[in-house]
């Protein structure tokens, strides 16, 4: 499904470049679900980014299924990416002037989906992550456990084939964290491909594969059992 | 997908509110401006349209001078009639006849008796070539009959209290001469819309006039107060009729004719004709033009807060962008939104803006002397402007926005890390805030420019003394009893003198044929009927020789007194070469021979758009002379004009006392310029309070922005006045900026303006710093409210959150 092949990305600072990911390779099939791991500054959130379509490497090829992403226009990778990922946050990302339902209901606007389908998709969401209550309420009204889920429910409202998720449990209590990651977990089993990027070890346990990131590069990739 | 989009809009209008206020008024404020001056420009384009028969209908003008250039409105009453039966292109001609120069004419019916001003002789065919809107009567026969009169709808009530006069009779003194003849009512206009050139209440036939034999023959090709229009046949060119007006003016007068003839589109009275004579001052295509462009500038500002405010709020808006893109927006929708946010926001202002224009139009007409007015039903072209210039707003303040914030790119925006754009887009702001000053400050110098040139106007020296002068019309009761009259006025002290004369300054223009001693040509010129105390009551100076003399005899019909003009146009040495020398006028088909006695010093008889023109000065009887002026003492005016009213009506009983003050006078010949005036005031003083606004938004953004370094530089111990000044500093310079481009183009602008004086004020630099001061002091003001807001923050409020 998703395909690196000796990924770079750096920022150039004056005169100096300042390398965030160097020579990545990596492979992930379809209906994996893999915990990126690393110290802070590693680069874990760039290569989310990169693979998520909303930043592009400096060199290296990315094929994601047979589309080489690398040589896609902009326009052709918001298509690409507003068909195929949704997106998770440590800080959710809300829209604040937006209440829970609108939030849900912005990228099915995008997607252009009629009114009656999209009304009943936004309830069978909200009934799914038990928020119904809360869909008329705005973002700040909301505690953070709950905002992560609402924006868990953005990502996934589009049935996306892959989910990423950067450090998606970072901001919440334990409680609250692993409600989040049961809901990983049940998506995973429905069939979802996720990259999540996470500190916590227990929360890597629901992944199948770990890959740890060191100064921009692969030190590990272990599965596993 | 819409309405998800007004309802953000709406929530984002609710959450940012000073922002929004800003926008919306700014925005309001320039759409109303846009507007009135739309609606404004529109009025006077209109002028004279509605006729049906506009485009093919012409006026005859004439020129005094070689080069051609018609000079004068008013033609002669001969060339009308011999134009129609000349010309097979021609259609029809009319002409109108004013009354020596619009002198009010005493009008009764019963008991009501008024001095009435709007009042023509026309030929019978006037409402086959106008179309003046008939209430009752018959348009082809109203005036085919001699004494029958049409009136309009305003006059009807006064006179008869009912609006079906017809059949009624109205007695009125046309000539002013003690002569009152009844008139036929035979027929009721609706009132003239102000928009029309020619304006009248009252419209007599043409046969009724008693010298029209003499007017049509002996003086029929004279310079009179006759108004010629003519109706060409359809498909005509004028060019081809204007090529044989020198053909027939050599056919009927000869050779020896001291005048051109021209044809002039009527269309084109109002904004591009700027004759003597002139039924009414004329607007000004050039006032169009400027006007139009304050509309348009002042409404870029407006705009450009709303570009301005959105970039500085940018750092809110990216991080929606962000997300959105995040979700699956392309760029494309994001500007959609962003577009749709702001036309929502001009449509807003747009409906702000109605009722501004609704209360602010009684203004505007009060300025330009209208009465314009929105009809608002079924009229479908306005409102789809209206619409327009919403939609126009919207887009052009919107777009920079709407592609500046969607061209972020979704991580940048959400990690909030700095790109490159921002740093442009704080120089577009700051490029901007110059430009909005720029307008401004170029708007303040213009208001200061036509102010004083204005004031110079109103005191410079007219070469006499007008601001005690009063002038009143002169009827034939008190011609015949001229001398006792003016012995017993003359008894009040405060009634220091008066004098008789045909025409009075900021009236006058007829002119003469005048055959000189040493000069080759018959000359075309002003001529001024008067009575031997003009230069005295006037005050008006003797450069050469001597004043008129009553006890000179031979002075009431052979002395001439010329101006100083008179003597630089013939190119004599000194004025005292002029005095002796015999000078013949002709004036209706007469001839006056007599000598130059005298060269009086210059006086303006005209608008300071003109130099003093060349004018010849003579005694005439009294049947010639149309006007009384007064001068009064400058002390107990009210007493002596009722002092005046009650001698008068000994003398006068049939005509009520009316005067007016030749300075009023004056004043409306540079009504146009005042307008001018009060009009660049209005707008520059909006135009600074927009600019102001985005300024003190702009003002509240930095100050926000830079809340924790003031706390840090307070903790270091700076003072309120230390970041007062520091935060200042940056919109004093933007200010600067603007001053240093406005003051150059508010220069080249003014120094054209001032062109079109003969007598116009010099700019000086002070003119400019004080402009700039001004608009320096405003922002800083504006400003002040934000910077000391900040500056006397607790800085531990500011650090806490660190
Ligand atoms: N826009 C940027 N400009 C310069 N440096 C950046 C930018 N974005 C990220 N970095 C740097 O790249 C490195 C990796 O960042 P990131 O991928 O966020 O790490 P992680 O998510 O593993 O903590 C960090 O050192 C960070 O400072
Ligand atoms: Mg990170």
């Known amino acids: ?225 | 997908m819409l309405k998800n989009y007004f309802k953000l809009t709406l929530r984002h209008l609710l959450k940012y509110r000073t922002y929004s206020f800003i926008n919306i008024a700014g925005l309001a404020v320039g759409m109303t401006c846009c507007i009135l001056i739309l609606l404004y420009v529109r009025d006077e384009q209109r002028y004279d349209r509605f006729h049906e028969r506009a485009e093919r209908i012409f006026r005859l003008t004439l020129s005094t001078e070689n080069d051609e250039q018609p000079t004068n409105a008013n033609t002669s009453f001969a060339q009308g009639p011999a134009l129609a039966a000349d010309f097979p292109e021609v259609e029809a001609v009319v002409r109108f006849r004013k009354m020596g120069w619009g002198e009010k004419r005493v009008f009764a019916h019963d008991d009501n008796r008024f001095y009435e001003e709007r009042f023509f002789f026309a030929d019978k065919n006037v409402f086959e070539v106008f179309s003046f809107p008939f209430l009752r009567g018959n348009p082809q026969t109203a005036l085919a009959e001699p004494f029958s009169i049409v009136i309009t709808e305003a006059m009807s009530q006064k006179y008869f209290g009912h609006d079906n006069p017809l059949g009624e009779t109205i007695s009125l003194d046309p000539y002013n001469d003690g002569e009152f003849s009844d008139y036929k009512i035979t027929g009721v206009l609706k009132n003239l819309p102000h928009y029309s050139h020619i304006k009248f209440d009252f419209l007599a036939s043409f046969a009724s006039q008693k010298d029209l034999a003499v007017m049509e023959g002996r003086r029929g090709w004279g310079l009179e107060s006759a108004f010629t229009y003519v109706l060409l046949k359809p498909d005509v060119s004028v060019a081809s009729v204007q090529a044989n007006l020198p053909a027939f003016l050599e056919r009927h007068v000869g050779k020896e004719h001291w005048y051109s003839l021209h044809l002039q589109p009527l269309t084109e009275i109002r904004l591009h004709s700027k004759l003597r004579a002139e039924l009414e001052p004329n607007g000004d295509i050039a006032y169009v033009y400027i006007f139009s462009a304050i509309a348009v500038f002042i409404l870029l500002i407006a705009c450009i807060n709303f570009m301005n405010l959105a970039t500085a709020q940018s750092a809110q808006r990216t991080k929606e962008v962000g997300m959105r893109k995040v979700v699956g927006a392309v760029r494309a929708e994001l500007v959609k939104q962003f577009l749709i946010e702001s036309i929502c926001l001009s449509l807003f202002a747009l409906i702000i803006a109605f009722i501004l224009i609704e209360a602010s139009l009684p203004l505007l007409n009060n300025i330009v002397g209208k009465q314009i007015e929105i009809a608002y039903a079924n009229n479908w072209p306005f409102v789809a402007t209206m619409l327009g210039l919403a939609l126009l707003t919207g887009v052009v303040a919107g777009s920079y926005p709407a592609f500046f914030l969607s061209a972020s790119r979704p991580i940048e925006s959400l990690t909030g890390k700095t790109s490159g754009g921002k740093k442009a887009a704080a120089v577009l702001r700051k490029g901007l805030v110059i430009f909005q000053f720029a307008i401004s400050v170029i708007l303040v110098v213009c208001t200061t420019v036509v102010y004083y040139q204005m004031q110079y106007i109103r005191h410079k020296n007219l070469g006499f003394e007008r601001d005690t002068i009063i002038v009143a019309p002169l009827n034939d009761q008190i011609r015949h009893s001229y001398r006792a009259a003016k012995q017993a006025l003359l008894q009040n002290s405060n009634l220091l003198a008066m004098t008789a004369t045909e025409q009075v300054p900021a009236k006058a223009g007829n002119g003469a044929g005048y055959t000189v001693e040493g000069l080759d040509e018959p000359q075309g010129l002003t001529r001024f009927f008067a009575d031997q105390d003009f230069l005295k009551t006037y005050g008006i100076g003797i450069a050469a020789g001597r004043d008129f003399d009553e006890k000179i005899s031979t002075d009431a019909a052979g002395a001439f007194l010329v101006n100083e003009a008179f003597v630089r146009m013939a190119e004599w040495k000194s004025p005292a070469e002029a005095i002796g020398r015999n000078i013949t006028m002709s004036h209706g088909g007469q001839a006056y021979p007599g000598k130059i006695v005298g060269v009086v010093k210059d006086f303006n008889i005209s608008s300071f758009r003109e130099t003093v023109w060349p004018l010849v000065i003579n005694v005439m009887p009294m049947d010639k002379l149309n006007f009384i002026s007064f001068r009064l003492a400058r002390q107990n005016v009210t007493e002596t004009l009722e002092y005046l009213s009650s001698a008068w009506s000994k003398f006068a009983p049939s005509y009520p006392f009316d005067y007016y003050f030749l300075d009023d006078d004056f004043a409306r010949l540079h009504q146009a310029d005042q307008q001018l005036g009060r009009v660049f005031q209005t707008f520059a003083f909006l135009a600074i309070g927009i600019a102001c606004l985005g300024l003190f938004g702009l003002a509240a953004f930095t100050a926000e922005r830079r809340t924790k370094e003031i706390g840090v530089r307070k903790v270091l111990g700076a003072t309120v006045t230390n970041v007062v000044g520091l935060l200042s500093k940056d919109f004093v310079k933007l200010v600067l900026w603007a001053n240093l481009i406005a003051w150059p183009v508010a220069w080249y602008a003014m120094n054209r303006w001032l062109q079109d004086f003969a007598y116009r004020i010099n700019i000086g630099l002070w003119t400019f710093v004080l402009s700039g001061g001004i608009a320096l002091l405003i922002a800083l003001t504006t400003v002040s409210f934000q910077t000391i807001k900040a500056a006397l923050a607790n800085p531990v409020e500011s650090l806490r959150y660190e």
């Open chain 1, 1 to 225: 499904m998703i395909q690196l092949k000796s990924l770079f990305k750096y920022y150039s600072n004056k005169f100096v470049k300042t390398y965030v990911l160097q020579d990545i390779n990596l492979q992930i099939q379809q209906g994996e679900f893999v915990t990126i791991m690393g110290p802070s500054g590693s680069g874990k959130s760039t290569l989310l980014h990169i693979i998520g379509m909303l930043d592009e490497p400096n060199d290296g090829e990315y094929h994601f299924f047979d589309q080489p992403v690398h040589k896609l226009n902009e326009k052709q990778r918001s298509e690409l990416h507003k068909n195929y990922i949704g997106f998770v946050f440590q800080s959710y990302h809300l829209i604040d002037e937006l209440t829970v339902y609108e939030n849900l209901e912005t990228p099915l606007l995008y997607q252009k989906v009629k009114t009656t389908e999209r009304k009943s998709m936004i309830a069978d969401i909200l009934d799914r992550f038990q928020i119904v209550a809360k869909k008329d309420l705005f973002p700040n009204q909301l505690s953070g456990g709950h905002q992560q889920l609402v924006g868990i429910a953005r990502a996934v409202i589009v049935n996306p084939k892959l989910i990423l998720a950067d450090e998606p449990t970072g901001n919440l209590n334990s409680a609250q964290g692993e409600e989040i990651m049961n809901l990983f977990k049940k998506l995973h089993q429905e069939g979802t491909t996720i990259i999540q990027v996470t500190h916590s070890e227990k929360n890597a346990t629901y992944g199948s594969r770990i890959v740890h990131l060191l100064d921009g590069r692969v030190d590990r990739d272990v599965q596993v059992s």
